[in-house]
């Protein structure tokens, strides 16, 4: 590193910090895609309408078996009531005590029959808003399962577009990495590599621009006649703490 300014040991430092940040933020914009396209809220959605169809579906069917039921009953009923009006009105000659009792039978056949049938149109009067629900939300989720698909879509490109950018970036950041001494790349590196993003910075208004503690007098006088080999690091954070002036 002989003979090459100081700075710039120092500006290239900086570049790679501030690369290595910009596919931090591309990483973290990938991971949160999901959540910021709403793909989480569509698949809640979908639940609460395949749960509410489930529900609906099985009102609607028990009141179909029900009214299926009714119909047979009438069916049955009606088939009596022509049985009845044959004997009535047939050939065969019946006393008229059977007569009467015939003619009372078949009445009362009647006004039952009326009754069901005036039982199963009310009840499917009262199914009618359930069959809407059902076929609304058949509907519904219909239209959400689509808008998942192309979520899905979304994500995939927006995930190959953010990945593209992160190659661009950081085969930048790998020509630079070659710029920085040895001996703070490696500081550098293991620091980030330890979890702390910003692993340099510069002194910002007397502060550490890593973790914005104010430094002390001592600290800054050390900061600015830092160097490469003796590099001062944040008492708080940890980062490499990169002299202000040397940056123009
Ligand atoms: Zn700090």
Redesign the pocket.
């Known amino acids: 590193m002989k003979g090459e300014p100081v700075s710039s040991n120092w500006d290239n430092l900086l570049k790679l910090q501030e690369l290595d940040s910009q596919v931090d933020h591309l990483e973290h914009e990938i991971s949160i895609l999901t959540l910021s396209l709403g793909l989480n809220q569509l698949e809640e959605k979908k639940q609460q309408l395949v749960n509410d169809l489930e529900i609906n579906r099985e009102v609607l069917e028990k009141a179909m078996v029900q009214i299926s039921e009714r119909d047979s009953e009438s069916r049955e009923i009606t088939s009596r009531i022509k049985k009845l009006e044959g004997q009535l009105y047939g050939e065969t000659k019946y006393g008229s005590k059977d007569l009467q009792n015939m003619s009372h039978e078949l009445k009362a056949l009647q006004a039952r029959r009326d009754e069901i049938d005036d039982e199963e149109l009310r009840e499917m009067e009262e199914i009618e808003p359930v069959q809407n629900l059902v076929s609304g939300g058949e509907n519904e989720l219909k239209s959400v399962e689509i808008e998942i698909e192309e979520t899905i879509t979304k994500i995939g490109l927006s995930e190959k577009e953010l990945r593209g950018e992160i190659e661009k970036i950081s085969s930048e950041a790998n020509l630079v990495r070659e710029t920085v001494d040895m001996s703070v790349l490696e500081k550098y590196s293991k620091t980030r590599a330890g979890g702390l993003k910003?692993a340099a910075?510069q002194v910002v208004h007397g502060?550490?621009?890593?973790?914005?503690?104010k430094l002390s007098a001592t600290e800054l006088d050390q900061v600015k006649h830092s160097s490469v080999n003796d590099l001062v690091l944040?008492?708080?954070?940890?980062?490499i703490?990169v002299p202000r002036e040397t940056v123009p």
């Not at 502060?207 to 503690?213: V, Y």
């Not at 944040?234 to 980062?239: D, I, L, P, R, T």
């Open positions: 910003v910075s502060s550490c621009g890593g973790c914005q503690m944040c008492e708080q954070c940890g980062c703490l």
